[in-house]
Structure formats: C-alpha cells, structure tokens
C-alpha cells in the first residue's frame, strides 16, 4: 500500500443504517419545518416525501462507484478515475465540503443551547465541548462511534415519537388544509433544501471500504433514506397541525413542540434536548471522521489520529467564524448550500462514474 493508511474497522448493516439515517434525521428535524415552511407554508409536509430522491440517487452513485472500486474511498478512487493531478485537485475539494457541516451543526448546537438554558455563555464553548467530545470518540475509531450510536439509536427514536404523539391534544387537522393551494411549484423548491440534506449519504463513500459487507452498503442507503422519510415525514405532519403558519416563525419548531409536551405533569424538552444532543454528537462525529481520514489518505499517512486535533480546530473556527447570528445559518441552508451540496453529493460522483465507465470502454472499443 505504499505506506498509504488502511483503516481496519469493520461496521454491520444496522449500524451503517442507524449511522445513516442519524446523519441526516439529527438535523433535518430542526432545520426542515422553518426552511420548508418558509417555500410551502402548510404543505411543508410533502417535502419530506419528495426529498427522498435525491437520497436514492446518491445510493445508487456511491454503490456503483464502490463496486468498480472496492476497498477505495472517494479521495481514493478520484486519482484513480482521473489520474494524479485531477484526482488529487476533486479529493481536496471533498476535504473542503466535509468541513462544511459538522461546522454548521456545530453552529446549530450552540445556537440552540444558547437559545434554551445558556442565553449568555458564550457560542465558543459549546462548539469546543461537542467538538472535543467528538474528537475523543475518534481516537478509538469509527467502530466506537458506530457501536455506542447503535445502542442508543433505538432509544432515541422511540423517545421522539413519544413526544411527537404526546401532543395529541394541540393537533388541528385543520391546520393542513387547503392542500396545494397555492399550487406545485412552492412545494417543489421548497424540497430543494431537504433533499440536498438527504444526500449527505455521500458520506457512505468514504467509509463503505469499512463496511462488514460493502457490497450491501446502496441498499443499507436505500433503507436509510426511505426510513428518513418517514421519520421527516411523521414530524412535519405533527409540526403543522400544532403550529399551523407560524411553523416558519419558529427557528427550532420541535423543541418548541417538546415544551408543549407533558407527561405526568413533566414538561419533555430535556428529554428532547437529550435526545437531540446525543444525535448531533453521532452527527458531528461522522463528518469529523471522513474529514480526517480524508486527509489522511489525500497526505499518504499511515494514521489519521495525528490530524483529529487540527481538524477539530478547523471545525471550531469555521463555525463560529461563517455565521453571524442562527438566521444567517438558515438563509445558508436554504439559499446557497443546496447548490454547493449537490455539486458534491450527485454531479462529481456522476461525472466520476462516466469518466470510470468510459475509461473501462476504450480497451474494449480499440480491440
């Protein structure tokens, strides 16, 4: 391997999808009702379905580019698609955008802890706690991640259903009436946001080699998005009957919809504060994991541990430098992210399957 840096672990189908499904529903489930909101008003609902899409695209891109490149990563496979100097130049592109969000949900973690118990301390240290949380989890390797979000997946789910249907009593099915009407096209570019939020399946690209089976790792995506549909979609159907038009007013809807929560007398946003945290840890931790491993192999290292410390420190001052304020975050999210995600999650990774493809012809068209 020429010193190159292999790493040994190896995850099961359950877990590739728990860590799949975490990696986009941790998120999306603040961000979905206000940006979708914003576009559809009350048929924000009907994102949830049509984002799923794009999520299938990707699945396929990442299976078909992981089966004519078994045990390769994306940073790997692009040098040996287009050559060293090209190869390398897409490789360092992706070590930009995996930057990107762990240092926006980063953001989103401080921004709502500030906004629910800790209104005056300040973003930094919330972003240097979960950031070196992450970072500690790291050191042992993607396996620990993927173990403890295992455990705890299932718990987490459970729990957020109990508070989404323990607010019985505020839905009005009203609140989701008319349908359509103010016709298809706020819906569809509302799903323009979500759907590039699904796609960050991408991630599968680079730790598919550590896969028990990688040659089941589109479909684990498949499932994974389909299951994040559903997820989204039970949320935002729950979301607009209790909040109706103010859903786009709301910057984090669901921990509002968490304090209307009650049982046995007991408000459940710390429950859901809980919940959510230990979802944007998994969260984080992916990125930050294919981040460093990235470069890892973009550098030739034999061990990504020496580059979880910079990274991190990368990660931090991205995300407190990028946005001003958590409506300067959303305007991100709706506005340019959706095109920079797509270059990335669909177009390069389909460019890269022509270019394999192609080359794989031309023996054959010569002979």
Not at 7 to 24: E, G, M
Not at 66 to 92: D, M, N
Not at 327 to 344: E, K
Request: hydrophobic share 60%.
């Amino acid at each position: 391997m020429g010193g190159r840096f292999v790493d040994k672990t190896r995850i099961s189908d359950r877990q590739t999808i728990f860590l799949l499904v975490n990696l986009v529903g941790a998120t999306a489930l603040i961000a979905l009702p206000v940006v979708a909101s914003g576009y559809a008003g009350r048929d924000a609902w009907m994102t949830a379905v049509l984002g799923t899409v794009n999520g299938f695209l990707v699945a396929f891109l990442v299976g078909a580019l992981g089966r004519e490149f078994p045990g390769q990563t994306i940073v790997q496979y692009a040098v040996s698609i287009l050559g060293k100097i090209p190869g390398k130049a897409v490789g360092l592109l992706y070590l930009f955008f995996f930057i990107q969000p762990p240092a926006i949900v980063v953001r989103e973690f401080g921004e709502l802890l500030a906004v629910s118990m800790l209104p005056t301390t300040p973003q930094i240290l919330f972003a240097m706690l979960i950031v070196s949380v992450s970072a500690y989890a790291l050191y042992y390797g993607l396996e620990v991640l993927a173990r403890v979000n295992e455990l705890l997946f299932p718990l987490i789910i459970v729990l957020f259903l109990f508070i989404l249907f323990s607010v019985a009593e505020h839905m009005e099915p009203a609140n989701l009436l008319p349908v359509m009407e103010h016709g298809i096209k706020p819906v569809l570019l509302a799903s323009l946001g979500p759907a590039s939020w699904r796609g960050e399946i991408i991630l599968l690209a680079m730790f598919l080699p550590m896969l028990a089976r990688p040659e089941r790792g589109a479909r684990d995506a498949v499932i994974s998005t389909l299951a994040i549909g559903m997820v989204l979609f039970v949320a935002m159907l729950v979301i607009t009957m209790v909040f109706g038009a103010s859903t786009a007013r709301l910057s984090f809807s669901v921990y509002e919809l968490a304090r209307l929560s009650t049982f046995v007398a007991t408000r459940l946003d710390a429950i859901w504060m809980i919940i959510w945290i230990v979802g944007i840890f998994a969260k984080i931790g992916l990125w930050y994991y294919c981040a460093v491993l990235g470069t890892a192999q973009w550098l030739n290292l034999k061990d990504y541990r020496i580059l979880i410390a910079p990274i991190g420190v990368i990660i931090v001052a991205v995300s407190m430098s990028q946005y001003n304020t958590s409506t300067d975050m959303i305007n991100f999210i709706a506005g340019p992210w959706i095109s920079f995600a797509y270059l990335f999650e669909w177009f390069i990774p389909l460019i890269l399957l022509i270019c394999s493809r192609f080359k794989s012809s031309v023996p054959a068209a010569g002979g």
